[in-house]
C-alpha cells in the first residue's frame, strides 16, 4: 500500500494524474481545505433545510419570552421581540448566500464580457478602441468611490428590496472582472491560434466567444470564492445601516444591528450569534478560495507534491 | 530625481476628469434617489405653497443638468452648498468630521501594520513552523471578521463585563472640555494644549475603535507581506545571498525591502478604502466622523453632504497615491535614476 501510495505521487509531480486525484490529494495534504468546502456546504444545507430543521418560525414574534439567554427551549436564546434567533440564523443563509452568489455571478458575466470586449479592442484604433478607452475610464470613476457609500446609494435610489441589493452588489464588484478579463485577453489577443480563428474566416465575436474567453477564465474564476465571501459580508453592512434587507426578513446583518442595544446592556446572544454564523461562512468561503488559488499556482502546486511525495517516501522506508 | 516631476504633473493631468466624472456619476445618483429634500425639510403638515416656494429657493425648480452647474459653479467659490440635516455649510461640517474619522483611520492602519508587518515578515521567513500557522490562520480570520460585529464584541467584553472603557459613545466624554481644534485630531490638539484630562478621555475613547480597525484590517496588510517576502526569499537574489552563507536575518531583511513596494501598495489602498469604509464602526461608537455624515445624507435625500464627502476622500485618496508614488522614488534606486 505505502509502494502504492509513492507512486500516486510520483505520478503527480509529473503532471500525470487526473486534475480531481490531485484536488483530493491537496485536500488531504491540507485539511483546511477540505474544512472550507464543509462549512459551506453547511451553511447551504442549513438554508436548504431550515424549514425542517427550525424548531420555531423565522419570522413570528412572541414578546412573551423576549430577550431570553439561550436555554434548551431557545437553543440560541430570544431577541428582542421574541424571535428564536437560531431559527432565524438557519434560515439567514437563503437570503444571504442567495444575494451574495447571484451578485458576485451577476458581475462576472458582466464584467467577464465587457472586459473581454475592451481587451480585444484596446490596442486597436478607430471607435471601438477609443470606446475601450471610455469604458476603462468608467471602471476608473466607479473604483474611485466609496464603496460603500456606493452601494448605500445604489440601493436607495433603486429602491429597498432584495433585487436591488444584488444589482449593487453586482455593480460595485464589475470593475474587478472588467480589469482581470481585459489584462488577460490583451494578452492572449496576440497568441497565432487567435490570429489562426481570424485568418480562417471566423468573426469577431466568434473567435472571442470560442477561442478567447475559454482560454482567459482562470483568473477569474479563481477569484470568485473570495468575492462571494467578501459580498455576504457587503451585504450585511448594507442591513446593518438599514439600506439592506428588512427586518423581519432573517439575514445576519440585521440581526447583528438589531442587537446592538442589547450587546452594551449585556445581552450578547441576539447579535453575536448571527456574527458568528456569518463570520464562520465567510471564513469557509476564503478557505475554497484559497484552495483554488494554490490550485491555479502551478510552483506552488509543484512545491506541495513533491512534499507530499517525500513525505510518503520517508514514511514508506 | 529627474522623472519625478513630469511624473507628477501627468498624474495631475488625469485628476481633474476623474474628480468631474465622479461628482457627475454621485449627483445624478443621489438625485434618482426618491424623497424631495423640500418636502423633508417641511415636514408632512407643510402646504403646497411652502414647499414650492422652498423648491425655489433651493434651485430645485431648475432642470437637473442646470443644477449639476451651478453645484459646479459655487464648487469653484469654494461652497460645498448647505446640508438640510444639520442646516450647516457643509465645508464647515466636514471640515469638523473628516479629522475625526481620519483620527481613527489613521491609528487603525497604524495598528494594523505594527500587527501585520511583523506577523507577515514571521510567517514567510517560518513557512512551517507553528508562527507560519498562526499567522495563516490570522490571515484568513481576519478578512472574514465583519468589522461591525467585532466592534460590538470588543464593546461587551471591555464596556459592560471588565468595564476599563467608557461608553461607545463618541470621541471624548460629555464633562470633557474639547481641546481648541488646531489639527482636528482630539488626542493631538489635546497633547498641544497639555490638557491631560482631555487627552486620557480622548484616546480611551479611542481603544476599542482603533483596535478594531486595527485587527481586521491587518489581515490583507499581512497576507500582502506574507506572499511578497516568500516570493522574495524564493528568488535568486535570496538564494545566492544564502548559499554565501549570509546570517538568515540579513536574507531577510533585505528581502522585505525588495517587497515594500506591494505592502506600501495594499496600505494606500487602505488607507483611502477605510475613510468611507470605517462607517460601519463610525456608527457603531457614535464616533460622528465624515463617513456617518454621507451615509445619513444618502439615508435622507441631503445630497451635499455626499457630495462633499465623495470629493473630499477622493482627493484625500489621489493624495495618499501621489505620497506612495513619491515614496517609491525614496526606496527604490531603479525608478527614475
Redesign the interface.
Known amino acids: 500500500m505505502p509502494e502504492a501510495e509513492a507512486t500516486t505521487g510520483a505520478i503527480a509531480e509529473t503532471g500525470r494524474t487526473s486534475r480531481l486525484a490531485t484536488l483530493l490529494q491537496v485536500a488531504r495534504a491540507r485539511p483546511r481545505f477540505a474544512l472550507g468546502y464543509v462549512i459551506v456546504l453547511a451553511a447551504v444545507l442549513a438554508g436548504a433545510l431550515a424549514p425542517l430543521v427550525a424548531p420555531y418560525s423565522p419570522v413570528e414574534a412572541n414578546p412573551a419570552e423576549f430577550l431570553q439567554p439561550p436555554s434548551a427551549q431557545h437553543w440560541l436564546g430570544t431577541d428582542a421581540v421574541g424571535m428564536d434567533i437560531f431559527s432565524r440564523v438557519i434560515y439567514a443563509p437563503r437570503i444571504d448566500l442567495a444575494i451574495a452568489v447571484a451578485g458576485t455571478l451577476l458581475s462576472a458575466v458582466v464584467g467577464c464580457l465587457i472586459g473581454a470586449w475592451v481587451g480585444y479592442h484596446s490596442r486597436g484604433g478607430g471607435l471601438r478602441g477609443w470606446l475601450a478607452y471610455l469604458v476603462m475610464r468608467a471602471a476608473d470613476v466607479m473604483q474611485a468611490f466609496p464603496v460603500f457609500v456606493f452601494a448605500i446609494a445604489l440601493v436607495a435610489s433603486l429602491g429597498q428590496s432584495v433585487q436591488t441589493v444584488v444589482l449593487a452588489i453586482a455593480f460595485v464588484n464589475i470593475p474587478i472582472y472588467l480589469r482581470l478579463m481585459r489584462s488577460q485577453v490583451m494578452t492572449i489577443r496576440e497568441m497565432r491560434y487567435v490570429e489562426a480563428s481570424l485568418v480562417a474566416g471566423l468573426s469577431d465575436a466568434r473567435t472571442i466567444a470560442r477561442h478567447v474567453m475559454p482560454n482567459a477564465m482562470g483568473p477569474a474564476l479563481a477569484q470568485l470564492s473570495v468575492n462571494v465571501g467578501w459580498s455576504i459580508l457587503l451585504t450585511a453592512g448594507l442591513s446593518f445601516v438599514g439600506a439592506g434587507v428588512r427586518s423581519p426578513t432573517p439575514e445576519w446583518g440585521s440581526m447583528i444591528a438589531s442587537g446592538f442595544q442589547n450587546v452594551v446592556t449585556g445581552e450578547w446572544w441576539p447579535s453575536v450569534f448571527p456574527g458568528l454564523a456569518l463570520a464562520v461562512t465567510v471564513f469557509g468561503f476564503s478557505l475554497i478560495g484559497s484552495s483554488v488559488e494554490l490550485f491555479a499556482d502551478p510552483v506552488k502546486m509543484r512545491r506541495l507534491t513533491r512534499d507530499l511525495a517525500a513525505r510518503r517516501r520517508e514514511r514508506a522506508a | 530625481m529627474r522623472g519625478l516631476l513630469p511624473f507628477l504633473g501627468q498624474r495631475m493631468l488625469f485628476i481633474l476628469?476623474?474628480l468631474f466624472?465622479?461628482l457627475l456619476?454621485?449627483f445624478f445618483?443621489?438625485k434618482?434617489?426618491?424623497g424631495d429634500p423640500a418636502v423633508l425639510m417641511l415636514g408632512p403638515t407643510a402646504t403646497g405653497d411652502a414647499v414650492a416656494a422652498l423648491r425655489t429657493k433651493l434651485g430645485l425648480d431648475h432642470a437637473l443638468p442646470m443644477q449639476f452647474w451651478y453645484f459646479l459653479v459655487d464648487l469653484v467659490h469654494g461652497d460645498l452648498g448647505t446640508s438640510w440635516q444639520t442646516t450647516r455649510p457643509v465645508l464647515e461640517d466636514l471640515l469638523q468630521r473628516f479629522p475625526a474619522t481620519l483620527e481613527l483611520v489613521t491609528f487603525g492602519l497604524l495598528l494594523a501594520i505594527l500587527v501585520g508587518v511583523p506577523f507577515g515578515v514571521a510567517s514567510a521567513s517560518h513557512e512551517r513552523g507553528w508562527l507560519g500557522r498562526i499567522a495563516n490562520a490570522y490571515g484568513?480570520?481576519a478578512?472574514?471578521?465583519?468589522d461591525?460585529?467585532l466592534a460590538?464584541?470588543l464593546?461587551?467584553v471591555f464596556?459592560?463585563?471588565l468595564q476599563v472603557v467608557p461608553?461607545?459613545l463618541g470621541r471624548i466624554d460629555f464633562a470633557v472640555l474639547p481641546p481648541p481644534t488646531v489639527t482636528g485630531f482630539l488626542t493631538v490638539d489635546s497633547l498641544l494644549a497639555g490638557d491631560w484630562a482631555a487627552f486620557a478621555s480622548a484616546a480611551s475613547h479611542l481603544c476599542l475603535p482603533v483596535l478594531t480597525l486595527g485587527l481586521v484590517n491587518a489581515g490583507p496588510i499581512l497576507k500582502m507581506t506574507q506572499s511578497t517576502v516568500e516570493r522574495m526569499l524564493h528568488s535568486d537574489y535570496s538564494r545566492y545571498e544564502v548559499l554565501s552563507g549570509l546570517p538568515r536575518g540579513m536574507v531577510v531583511r533585505h528581502a522585505l525591502r525588495n517587497a515594500l513596494p506591494s505592502i506600501i501598495t495594499i496600505i494606500s489602498v487602505l488607507y483611502g478604502?477605510l475613510?468611507?469604509?470605517a462607517?460601519?464602526v463610525e456608527?457603531?461608537f457614535s464616533w460622528g466622523g465624515a463617513?456617518q455624515y454621507?451615509?445619513q445624507g444618502?439615508?435622507n435625500s441631503d445630497i451635499y453632504p455626499?457630495l462633499g464627502?465623495?470629493l473630499l476622500?477622493?482627493i484625500f485618496?489621489l493624495f495618499v497615491y501621489l505620497a506612495v508614488d513619491i515614496l517609491y522614488f525614496a526606496i527604490d534606486p531603479r525608478i527614475g535614476r
Not at chain 2, 143 to 146: E, F, I, K, N, S
Open positions: 476628469p476623474q466624472g465622479i456619476v454621485s445618483l443621489i434618482s434617489i426618491p484568513l480570520t478578512g472574514a471578521l465583519p461591525f460585529w460590538l464584541v464593546i461587551f464596556y459592560t463585563i461608553a461607545p478604502y475613510l468611507g469604509g462607517v460601519l456608527i457603531v463617513g454621507a451615509v444618502v439615508l455626499v464627502f465623495v476622500s477622493a485618496s
